[in-house]
């Protein structure tokens, strides 16, 4: 499970719903953290966050670095405009050069560091990779997560990428057309899923009951047939061989900055 979106302005949100998820048997999770909201290292302006961050890795969780603003630089907006207009992805690290990919990506694990809750993995905020950020990710981080897969540093200097199939169940609440398929396809991946299920949700969906709904139906049913592990747990090489017979429940959920829990029930 991954939570996501994680910066000061959510910070008393997600803290509320890693208590829930706590409530529904998960006890292990990915927390996705901004490092630099708006500019202003999460470090400095959230110390309480930090030091829950670190709190959380010690009781089992992984932390994630998640872009670097979460929100695409101004040198780069004009040129992710052209190419969105071919019809590609866009989002953070569209439009940057291999030089300023580079540049933002170590900021941002520089500034996570400092915070003292330094990244063991990445995640591009909408999954949107480019050539030159999947670069920069198999030199720094010991695994990135991209909608498919997991993909893990090579073990080598040559060597290739380590891989485990995951594809993300759940397309989250951002246009009308989203908010009404993903309940219904978060439903549907965790009954056809395999060994691994992975469940992305995005930060609207907690102003929506019916995504919160499907979610605590999903815990139920897979509670007594699955294990929460972390996405570092996924891709290590010891985690594999056990891994297998545990059935382990990757869900990755993203958490807006929002006031109210949409639950029926207290978190």
């Known amino acids: 499970m991954a939570v996501h979106d994680i910066e000061p ?9 890693r208590d829930w998820l706590t409530d529904h048997g ?17 470090g400095e302006r959230s110390p309480e966050m930090a030091a829950w961050l670190a709190e959380r890795r010690r009781a089992g969780d992984a932390i994630a670095q998640h872009g670097f603003q979460h929100e695409p630089l101004r040198g780069a907006i004009v040129r992710q405009g052209l190419v969105g207009s071919r019809g590609r992805r866009m989002g953070e690290f569209a439009g940057m050069s291999a030089a300023e990919t580079r540049r933002a990506v170590d900021a941002g694990w520089r500034l996570l560091k400092l915070a003292g809750i330094e990244p063991d993995g990445f995640v591009a905020p909408s999954y949107a990779y480019t050539p030159a950020l999947r670069t920069v990710l198999a030199k ?3 695994w990135w997560a991209s909608l498919m897969q997991l ?20 397309i989250g609440a951002e246009g009308p057309l989203k908010r009404a398929l993903s309940p219904g396809l978060m439903r549907i991946g ?8 992975r469940l992305d949700v995005h930060p609207a969906d907690l102003q929506h009951p019916r995504h919160m ?8 049913r897979s509670a007594h047939s699955r294990s929460a592990v972390t996405f570092e747990e996924l891709m290590s090489v010891g985690a594999v061989e056990p891994l ?24």
């Open 190 to 197: 965790s009954v056809l899923s395999g060994q691994t299920l």
């Open 26 to 42: 998960i006890d292990r999770v990915t927390l996705l953290v901004i490092p630099a909201r708006d500019l202003h290292p999460v």
């Open 140 to 142: 720094r981080f010991r």
């Open 151 to 170: 993909h893990g540093a090579p073990l080598e200097a040559h060597g290739e990428q380590t891989r485990h199939l995951a594809p993300v169940w759940g």
């Open 244 to 267: 297998k017979a545990a059935q382990p429940l990757a869900l990755a959920r993203n958490i807006p900055a929002s006031n109210d829990l949409t639950l029926g029930r207290s978190a």
């Open 9 to 17: 302005a959510t910070f008393e949100r997600c803290a509320r719903i």
């Open 213 to 220: 709904m499907a979610l605590e139906w999903i815990l139920g």
